[in-house]
């Protein structure tokens, strides 16, 4: 079992499966974002043999992300690699939903089980704004094609001040009176070149409840406040699903943290909001054996960080969202 030195279990690995996406959401990646050479990323087989080597050392969770995960070649055998992977109990993907008609069904029989689909607002116009270019009807043909396929559903929104924080958020939250699915409000990061624009955008848990109760009903708290993951989760009254709160800036949960991150260049990334990161790349591509990357695994996971510094400045620069993959 990989502990931290604060003695957190560290078993749920994001892997990036590629910096690039077919959407560029503002506060995600800057328009002109320049993307890495395919050689430079890592490739199926190195990504295979890492996922075998932190599941022996007891990662049983695995979410593949991005970029878009989908848009990766062999996004499906990749994921059945990893469900094959002894040890490896769920796979999971976060994705913008585009390509989910054509790949859902066959992502679900190579292993996949659930799907968190990003959508900021049901609105067309202002998705199509905020995404930069993109539809939200593809986005609901991806989530059908999802739920015939059998895969667990749950819909990301980041919730941006003055942009989808007030009528999108209640309609956002209206789907759990219809739809079993788990709908997560995510508080804005600040990450990299996007700095500015998302720190002054980003709006409290406690405000979104406010607004949500004040359209929909109260609000009651789900499993007596336990965290669903990173999650806090509530209910509407009559409803079918959840309501989830991620609240990384005003109300962070890295005590009970169980994650790690791949990048799709091959750094660990201990903390999504602190820049520390361990080269893997480089020794796995200079002919490192198991034992020798099980033990810069181990060094790393140790050596992890508690958790963001945002409250005294500390921001992290050397990557945007769209690198690290949320
Ligand atoms: N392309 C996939 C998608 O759209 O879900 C996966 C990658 S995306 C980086 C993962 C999640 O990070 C999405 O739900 C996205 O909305 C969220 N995200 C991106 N930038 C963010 C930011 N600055 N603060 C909080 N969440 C962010």
Redesign the pocket.
């Known amino acids: 079992m990989p502990l931290d030195r604060f003695g957190r279990d560290i078993n749920y690995l994001r892997i990036s499966l590629t910096d690039k ?1 077919n ?1 560029r ?1 503002v ?2 990646m800057p328009e002109n974002m320049t993307f890495r050479p395919r050689q430079e990323l890592l490739q199926d087989d190195e990504i295979l043999r890492l996922v075998r080597i932190f599941a022996e050392i007891g990662f049983h969770k695995i979410r593949l ?5 989908t848009i990766r070649a062999n996004v499906v055998e990749i994921v059945r690699g990893i469900a094959e992977t002894p040890g490896i109990k769920t796979v999971a993907m ?3 939903g585009l390509m989910l008609d054509k790949l859902a069904q066959p992502l679900a029989d190579a292993g996949l089980s659930r799907v ?3 959508i ?1 607002t049901l609105n067309p116009e202002k998705f199509n704004k905020i995404t930069r270019w993109g539809q939200v009807e593809d986005v609901w043909r991806g989530l059908d094609a999802a739920e015939k396929a059998g895969l667990g559903i749950k819909l ?1 929104g ?1 919730v941006v001040r003055d942009y989808n924080d007030k009528e999108d958020v209640v309609d956002l939250a209206r789907l759990t009176l219809f739809r079993p699915w788990q709908i997560r409000f ?6 990299g070149e ?1 700095t500015d624009f ?1 720190q002054a955008g980003t709006v409290s848990e406690e405000e979104l409840k406010a607004t949500i109760s004040a359209a929909l009903g109260e609000l009651a708290v789900v499993d007596n406040g336990r965290l669903d993951g990173e999650a806090r989760l509530y209910k509407l009254p009559n409803s079918v699903g959840t309501l989830g709160f991620i609240s ?1 800036v005003t109300q962070p949960f890295c005590a009970s943290c169980t994650r790690a991150r791949l990048t799709a260049d091959g750094r660990l990334r201990l903390c999504l909001l602190r820049e520390k990161e361990v080269n893997i790349m480089d020794p796995l591509r200079a002919g490192a054996s198991d034992e020798e990357l099980i033990d810069i695994l181990r060094e790393g996971i140790y050596w992890k960080p508690w958790g963001h510094k945002l409250s005294e400045d500390i921001i992290p620069l050397n990557r945007v ?2 690198e ?3």
């Open positions: 996406c959407l959401c506060y995600c992300t991005g970029g878009e995960p976060t994705t913008n968190n689909v990003s900021d990301n980041v995510i508080e804005m990061m600040p990450f996007v998302q990384s969202m769209s690290l993959g949320g």
